[in-house]
């Protein structure tokens, strides 16, 4: 089973410097034109951050004018529907199905399989599951079957490539995504303001309790894509709930790539990443329980 390095948010496969390589998409022409993606104009705006709770050693700063031409991303999250007619259409095999595991939050696992599995070094609550992937979130026995309108985890950056090469789109760059994920709100913490929960009102999907040991939210895992109320640009879930895949490298010659949004294993005493400032990284083959991605054109 491949070696596997601790992250911060989530965790990844090691390669030797200079061995990673990006995998070619196919060439399937798309089945259909892209619909319901969201028309955003463009421009400029102030990105990422100089708060006293951001993360500078992850780039978040400084804060930088950016300006992105206008462009088209996707509401919400490709959900595990959407990708089952990319891989029916395809017969694309992810990484972690080449692979043989996947990563796994311990919490979300049968007991019998959450003492068996290999833990992560550094980060005991991450588990490599054989036999996990998009299709098996949770390793054997587990099912997508009520999961359908969920995002889809488990897939590499490679994998939301495949799925963007067939389908006419691409991943947005982090620029992109900042701006439609700030909704129209600038230098604000969330998509929605300043407040984490305004009036009390639950606004995204994230670990709630003391992180990782005791959740006391009405769900662990991945919700809905259309969970919760959209910003002002009409993005869903643009925070908490999964990582998302970005276009870019996460620095100059870095071998990773850029993800944004934080997940529903994100909490201020350790990853608080759910900010729309906030940035992660992994390579592009490694997969997770709580990663996934959207499009844009």
């Not at 550094?122 to 949770?138: D, F, I, Q």
């Not at 587990?142 to 963007?164: E, F, G, K, L, M």
């Not at 999907?205 to 919700?223: A, E, M, S, Y």
Request: charge should be neutral.
């Amino acid at each position: 089973m491949s070696s596997s390095y601790p992250s911060c948010c989530t965790p990844g496969h090691v390669a030797p410097a200079g061995a990673l390589t990006l995998l070619a998409a196919p060439a399937v022409p798309a089945p259909r034109p892209v619909r319901g993606l969201l028309d955003l104009p463009g421009g400029r705006f102030l990105m990422g951050t100089e708060a006293a709770d951001g993360f500078p050693a992850d780039g978040e700063g400084p804060v930088r004018e950016a300006e992105v031409a206008p462009f088209r991303i996707s509401p919400t999250t490709v959900t595990n529907a959407q990708y089952a007619t990319f891989v029916k259409a395809t017969g694309h095999v992810t990484e972690a199905e080449d692979f043989g595991f996947s990563f796994v939050f311990a919490g979300l696992l049968a007991a019998e399989l959450a003492d068996t599995a290999p833990a992560v070094e550094g980060v005991p609550w991450w588990r490599a599951v054989s036999g996990a992937s998009w299709k098996r979130p949770e390793g054997p026995g587990s099912s997508i079957a009520t999961r359908q309108n969920h995002p889809v985890v488990h897939v590499s950056w490679n994998d939301a490539a495949a799925y963007c090469a067939w389908s006419g789109t691409r991943l947005p760059t982090e620029a992109e995504w900042e701006y439609a994920a700030r909704g129209g709100l600038e230098q604000r913490r969330y998509p929605w303001g300043d407040e984490l929960a305004p009036g009390g009102r639950t606004m995204l999907n994230i670990w709630q309790g003391d992180f990782p040991t005791l959740h006391t939210g009405p769900r662990l895992g991945t919700v809905p894509v259309k969970s919760y109320r959209p910003n002002g640009h009409g993005l869903y879930n643009a925070v908490g709930n999964v990582w998302e895949w970005c276009s870019d490298p996460f620095a100059p010659g870095h071998p990773s790539r850029a993800m944004r949004g934080g997940s529903f294993l994100c909490h201020d005493s350790y990853c608080n990443r759910y900010r729309v400032a906030a940035r992660s990284s992994n390579t592009p083959d490694s997969s997770t329980s709580n990663i996934g991605f959207r499009v844009a054109v």
